[in-house]
């Protein structure tokens, strides 16, 4: 099956700074790709719909200067947390889009960032 | 969107069957009816998916009641590698013709030895 791969895996920055997330599918193209994050004992919330040549579609409530996503290309999606605070500690994980409602979407492994 | 309700959580002992309930009451014609599960640490996966017919893959089987307001997730012989949360979703439109998947609370499987 397709494969989504995102790195790193595990990341520990300093509050104040920024930390780049990258995403990558690895046998297809990706015209569209989600960005998830996960606090512990939650379920995944939806951050953003990442569009490849385009703006990211933000969710409600989600900062975009704060989250910012870049599709570049069709198969790397970046998402940089910018001025990291230790709230954002978070578990962010991608996934690929499908142009068809009955296919399977694919994960990248996600990434735990903690903010010191 | 068509929301899901999950028990919080079930218990299942190895090698025996394990049945996961999904109550979706408000399933449009169109859902598509997915399953996905999430391994601590780990990005979800996916596990199944079907709209009106029972389906049957290498991981597990999908049982959809004829009026599709409720399915269930068949684990024939759960193993320790199948302690997980696991996701119902009713596969929704997104922006553009991409499909995204809004995820519940899951239900929280854990298979003693």
């Known amino acids: 099956g397709a494969v989504v791969s995102q790195h790193p895996s595990r990341v520990i920055c300093k509050s104040g700074t920024s930390v780049k997330i990258e995403c990558r599918s690895l046998?297809?193209?990706?015209?569209?790709m989600f960005w998830y994050r996960q606090f512990p004992k939650q379920s995944l919330m939806l951050m953003a719909t990442?569009?490849?040549?385009?703006?990211?579609?933000?969710e409600q409530g989600v900062e975009k200067d704060k989250f910012l996503i870049n599709h570049a290309s069709l198969t790397l999606s970046t998402l940089t947390v910018t001025s990291a605070h230790p709230e954002d500690s978070s578990f962010y994980i991608c996934?690929?889009?499908?142009?068809?409602?009955?296919?399977?979407?694919?994960f990248g492994q996600g990434t735990r960032l903690t903010v010191v | 969107d068509a929301k899901t309700t999950q028990p919080n959580s079930m218990e299942s002992n190895e090698e025996e069957p394990v049945h996961l309930p999904c109550n979706h009451s408000?399933?449009?014609?169109?859902?598509?009816i997915h399953w996905y599960r999430q391994l601590p640490s780990q990005g979800p996966e996916y596990v199944i998916h079907?709209?009106?017919s029972n389906v049957n893959n290498r991981m597990a089987s999908l049982a959809i009641a004829e009026d599709r307001k409720s399915s269930t997730l068949i684990l024939h012989r759960a193993t320790l590698r199948d302690a997980a949360v696991y996701y119902c979703?009713?596969?929704?439109?997104?922006?553009?013709?991409?499909?995204?998947?809004?995820f519940g609370k899951g239900t929280l499987l854990t298979v003693n030895p």
């Open positions: 079907g709209l009106t």
């Open positions: 408000t399933i449009s014609g169109t859902d598509y």
């Open positions: 990442s569009n490849e040549g385009s703006k990211a579609t933000y």
């Open positions: 046998d297809f193209q990706a015209t569209t």
């Open positions: 979703i009713l596969r929704d439109v997104g922006g553009g013709s991409n499909y995204k998947l809004t």
């Open positions: 996934s690929s889009g499908t142009s068809f409602m009955n296919t399977e979407a694919f």
